[in-house]
């Protein structure tokens, strides 16, 4: 009897939104199922192998779940994957493909020609290669009962409900971002689809429009979130993040598992592998923070071991042994010819091929490799295979490698470009995952066996040399980077489809050439940004190179005395306040505002701001009290009232009125006063957020971290001086700051 699958279960979640895409296409679970259970209706006929080229739309998670529903394996695929090599249709004699024709763009069934069908097993449900690409002729044989019990049980420790609300990051095709589209509707939660890199601003607009509840990330997605500044922003929807996909440094997860806890976020740590369909542990939250470099327990209904050399049971803590994982999503086993698609599941424990620990606490942690393989961007890679490769074709040498870099070592000269090109091609690698040498002799070690660690440090040497030399115009930096010859100066890195690997080497050189990145600049094309590297070098020689004075330079020049003038006259002002705060409380503005006693910084968030519980006199007498945020305003719970009116005004001086005689003289205190007498019937509170010396950077970083958490019902921003200062005194346009209009001929000052 056929395993019933989440795919037989959709229509039981009724009118709940199952799918929303960034193309504005919306299906709840019924139409859901009644679309899949009429386009499984065409497939009708004996079970046949289907690969299906499948991307984050509603057309391809249709046809997926279209498959599953009439019970024909499927290979995922990437699109366009099987008309670039078709070695996977023919190895395993697929019957058909589901992909978007040239012609017309369409996406549709079509039968491959002049193919054979393969005899299938009853319980076979998905193929996918081991490397996560059609490169590779090895592929890992899921049954259905491998995907059921994995959704079950990635729901059940994610605590994944019907209110979630999953964004795509990860493409259908690589087993993570296939777990994530089957425990959702698994759940009958609501998938955001979209195929927007999470370095698109279209991406975090459909993010922030659709209130995403989860995401998930693979190490590198860590790196492009630092670049965008995802941490200083505030996502009130986002419930948990969840990371697999390799080993994310222990320094990373610290810095994550901190901004959650601080922002009441959850972050998962996991650790899988294709062949088990494909979880197989996680970190338990409240113990992510003490065990950083931890994969973490099993899932539910699975269990880890380690085991010795001679196979027997290492029960001591951290003792290292292989890590075997038991389970029922443990593969049934690979595939190598369509003869191995007939065979039934005959592995009961699957050995990891990592080097692991278990803590005295029960979690487990990686120190190192068995087997020969890397894991870059969630693929992994056998390097054995890249080797048996190489000699397969005549070459003569080694491939060794981390979770950074594939080093293919040969002893050949001027192979070096056209060698990395057949290889990111033939096994679907990034072109900045490969790196290939040009060596005399491969180094050996004293037992005769290849050095693969020297190589591998040679490599390390040579691609730092390189960084610190790299070519000198964008195009040629473009290039390199992304593996490709024929860029032209009019692409974007948006146009040439750069992956998140791409988008934090090219933006650290764009930084080298402009001193700063330009907003929205992966949609810029070259040729603009290397005008705004010859604007930023131009700029640079004006204070060393005498140039001829153009009319406009002429009236900047007669600004500035009157400008001058103006500042003069400010400073005079502030020096006579300065030495009336002098003479009567002996201690200046200055002294008061910002020596150590009065303002204080949080070590976690880097937010300045007055000292928590503290009462301060300015030179007028005046008393000014904090509460435990460090606002000059009331002590106020983080829980709402019933029926609370709660408001927050933000800003610098000006808000914390620092020239107001007590709290009670306050603008945001006033304000108070005035809506309490006419709102009578609620609880009105107006909170007082103003840190003298705060822009709208500090306040927009304050909001972030703290105001959001106070749950009110409008923040109020007042900008003021120090925002207008700031864009006024530097020479630099790209500064953020309030507009200033245009000052006329015959002000003196702003």
């Known amino acids: 009897m056929s395993i019933e699958m989440f795919v037989d279960r959709l229509g039981t979640h009724g009118d709940r939104l199952a799918i929303v895409t960034d193309r504005n296409e919306k299906r709840t679970y019924l139409e859901l199922a009644y679309d899949v259970d009429r386009l499984a209706a065409e497939l009708v006929g004996p079970p046949r192998l289907i690969i299906t080229e499948t991307n984050n739309t509603l057309g391809c998670l249709t046809a997926y779940l279209a498959c599953l529903r009439a019970r024909h394996p499927v290979i995922l695929a990437e699109p366009g994957s099987t008309m670039r090599d078709d070695r996977i249709a ?49 592929l890992v044989r899921l049954s259905r009962s491998n995907i059921e019990s994995n959704a079950s049980a990635i729901t059940r420790y994610l605590c994944i409900t019907q209110d979630d609300r999953a964004i795509t990051t990860l493409p259908p095709f690589y087993s993570f971002g296939m777990s994530v589209l089957n425990s959702h509707l698994y759940a009958g939660a609501t998938l955001l689809l979209t195929d927007e890199s999470v370095a698109s601003d279209k991406f975090w607009r459909f993010f922030e429009q659709e209130c995403a509840t989860t995401f998930s990330a693979v190490p590198f997605t860590f790196d492009v979130l630092e670049r965008i500044g995802f941490r200083t922003r505030s996502y009130p929807s986002l419930r948990y993040i969840a990371q697999a996909g390799g080993r994310l440094h222990a320094e990373r997860v610290v810095e994550y598992a901190k901004w959650a806890r601080s922002v009441d976020k959850q972050f998962f740590v996991m650790y899988g592998q294709t062949e088990a369909a494909p979880r197989m542990a996680y970190v338990p939250t409240n113990q992510l923070l003490d065990n950083p470099e931890c994969i973490g327990v099993p899932v539910p209904g699975g269990t880890l071991q380690l085991l010795d050399e001679h196979g027997a049971s290492i029960l001591q803590p951290d003792q290292p042994g292989e890590l075997v994982y038991s389970g029922p999503n443990v593969m049934m086993g690979y595939a190598e010819t369509a003869d191995d698609l007939s065979s039934g599941a005959h592995l009961k424990k699957l050995p990891t091929g990592d080097l692991a620990c278990r803590k005295s606490n029960g979690l487990y942690y990686i120190v190192g490799r068995k087997s020969r393989f890397s894991k870059i961007l969630g693929l992994r890679i056998n390097l054995q295979e890249i080797e048996s490769w190489l000699h397969q074709r005549g070459l003569q040498g080694i491939v060794s490698g981390d979770d950074l870099v594939v080093v293919v070592a040969v002893t050949q000269t001027d192979v070096r470009n056209s060698l990395k090109q057949v290889i990111i091609e033939h096994f679907g690698l990034p072109a900045s995952a490969v790196y290939v040498l040009e060596i005399d002799t491969i180094p050996t070690l004293s037992s005769g066996k290849f050095d693969y660690k020297t190589i591998l440090h040679i490599a390390h040497e040579a691609i730092i040399h390189e960084l610190q030399n790299r070519p000198q115009t964008l195009l040629e930096s473009y290039q390199k980077v992304l593996g490709m010859a024929n860029i032209r100066s009019t692409d974007s890195l ?51 190179t005498p140039t001829q004075v153009t009319p406009n330079q002429t009236k900047l020049r007669q600004f500035w005395p009157a400008a001058i003038l103006g500042l003069s006259l400010l400073i005079m002002g502030e020096a006579m306040l300065q030495l009336r705060a002098y003479l009567k409380t002996d201690r200046s503005t200055m002294e008061m505002l910002t020596e150590e006693n009065i303002m204080v910084t949080d070590t976690d968030s880097g937010i300045r701001t007055f000292r928590q519980n503290a009462v301060v006199y300015n030179w007028t007498g005046a008393r000014m009290e904090t509460n435990s945020l460090g606002f000059r305003s009331s002590e106020i719970g983080r829980d709402l009232m019933p029926k609370e009116l709660r408001m927050i005004v933000a800003g610098a001086s000006s808000v914390a009125g620092m020239y107001a005689e007590s709290n009670a003289d306050t603008f945001s205190s006033l304000l108070e006063q005035k809506l309490r007498q006419n709102v009578p019937r609620r609880p009105v509170n107006v909170v007082n957020a103003g840190i003298d010396g705060y822009t709208l950077e500090h306040i927009e970083r304050l909001i972030d971290h703290v105001l959001i958490g106070l749950q009110p019902a409008i923040i109020i921003v007042y900008p003021g001086y120090n925002d207008m200062f700031t864009r006024s005194c530097s020479s630099k346009n790209t500064l953020k700051g309030l507009p200033v209009a245009t000052i006329p001929n015959w002000t003196i000052t702003r």
């Open 90 to 138: 023919k190895t395993y004699a697929a019957n058909t493909i589901f992909h978007q024709r040239e012609q017309g763009g369409e996406w549709l069934f079509d039968p491959i020609v002049h193919s054979s069908p393969a005899k299938l097993h009853p319980d076979l449900c998905i193929l996918l290669s081991t490397s996560g690409t059609t490169g590779s002729p090895k």
């Open 494 to 544: 948006h146009d040439l489809n750069g992956d998140s690997v791409n988008f934090i080497e090219v933006s650290l050189i764009l930084e080298d050439y402009l001193g700063y990145l330009p907003e929205n600049w992966e949609t810029m094309s070259i040729e603009s940004l290397q005008s705004l590297a010859q604007i930023t070098q131009h700029d640079r020689n004006l204070t060393s």
